[in-house]
């Protein structure tokens, strides 16, 4: 790929054109705000200005109910040999497209599953997609050279290809991305009527629950109102299970007096505990990272400076690596790291994610090695001297 035109310079457009242009890839910008387009140029993520020839690929970032309007205007003017989008939303746009597009067969529904809670060029980064999951849709008359170029796209940005149908992408999307920034939205909303003095005492438990409320109201309620059909699934599903939390809640808020009431509190007790249970077990469903089997490891020496391996911490959380579970700190002085005090951080991954955070971690200053074939079973963390 020599040459690729972004329609649509928000967080998504601007960083998809920010690692082309990265790879050597001539990039081309546009969006209805020429603003925004001069801002992602001045980032270095190409040149605000029409190509003179069709390019390679066209991306349109652009949102889920504008795609087919966007994918006809853009191929009756030839901008490109090949055509994808971003939207999170596939159905819509898919169908979209094979109405209004002169020829559907250069067109292949994409959705990288990255993002941030802010929006717009300024928050664009290279490195947003690396070792995500980048979603391919083509449809039963998507070409193979079509589908090989958005691969190539794909894999430019460091993301991993994932060929998949519209309708499964929208019913998985529904339940991990669009219900929680509703649920997030809902819960933030409370805060407004929240007692005064409430803000003294928010930890980061609700930060964390709250942080992706921020994402531009005008593009997610197009989002969900493209996926509707399989929110309001999952959204009955939680209704269902809010319902009978609030009915045990109620039981537990009963006096505790007579023999029968207590017995309603133990009922009230179990069923909040079964919720409870149930919510652990469904975090078991998610993987440690976005691989299967960590046969290799990244190796970071930290330093001895205070905070220095929260910081680290904190980068590698950007490549979905959770240190809980995938972390394994090691005395500097018995493996190399130095005698200052500092620590050797070990990162079991599959490979393809090591390789990613190896060069994530470069990029922001960190002294990263990749190691392959990597044996599994790391031992617990521990320290020089420790017993």
């Known amino acids: 790929m020599r040459t690729l035109a972004v329609v649509g310079t928000g967080l998504i457009g601007t960083s998809v054109a920010l690692a082309a242009s990265r790879r050597g890839v001539t990039v081309f910008l546009s969006d209805r705000d020429p603003v925004s387009a001069r801002t ?8 605000a200005e029409e190509p003179v020839a069709p390019v390679d690929l066209a991306v349109l970032a652009v949102p889920p109910s504008a795609v087919g309007t966007v994918l006809a205007a853009a191929q009756r003017r030839s901008l490109a040999r090949v055509y994808t989008d971003v939207a999170s939303v596939k159905s819509v746009p898919v169908r979209m497209a094979l109405r209004q597009a002169p020829d559907p067969s250069r067109f292949v529904g994409g959705h990288p599953l990255a993002g941030r809670e802010r929006s717009g060029p300024l928050a664009a980064r290279a490195d947003l997609f690396l070792g995500r999951p980048w979603a391919l849709t083509p449809a039963a008359c998507t070409s193979d050279a079509a589908l090989g170029t958005a691969r190539e796209l794909v894999e430019l940005c460091g993301a991993v290809p994932v060929v998949t149908r519209s309708r499964d992408h929208d019913d998985a999307v529904a339940l991990t991305s ?85 017995a309603e509190r133990a009922r009230g007790m179990r069923t909040m505990v079964d919720l409870l249970d149930r919510g652990i077990a469904g975090l078991a ?103």
């Open 285 to 387: 469903q998610l993987p440690a990272t976005c691989g299967d089997v960590a046969d290799a490891r990244v190796r970071v020496a930290v330093g001895g400076r205070p905070g220095e391996l929260r910081r680290l911490l904190d980068a590698a959380a950007e490549f979905v690596v959770a240190p809980e579970e995938t972390v394994v700190v090691q005395a500097a002085d018995a493996w190399g790291g130095g005698a200052d005090g500092g620590l050797v951080v070990r990162f079991p991954l599959p490979s393809d994610l090591a390789e990613c955070l190896t060069a994530g971690l470069r990029a922001g200053g960190w002294a990263a090695e990749c190691e392959q074939g990597a044996e599994r079973g790391y031992s617990a963390a521990r320290t020089a001297g420790s017993e």
């Open 178 to 262: 669009h219900v929680p920034h509703l649920v997030a939205s809902l819960m933030a909303a409370r805060l407004r009527e929240g007692p005064d003095g409430m803000s003294r005492f928010a930890g980061q438990g609700l930060r964390d629950v709250t942080r992706i409320a921020h994402g531009d109201s005008g593009l997610w309620g197009d989002i969900l109102q493209a996926n509707a059909a399989s929110i309001a699934g999952v959204v009955r599903d939680l209704h269902a299970d809010l319902s009978r939390l609030v009915t045990a809640l109620d039981l537990l808020a009963a006096p505790d007096g007579s023999e029968p009431e207590r």
């Open 40 to 47: 992602a140029a001045a980032l270095g993520a190409g040149l």
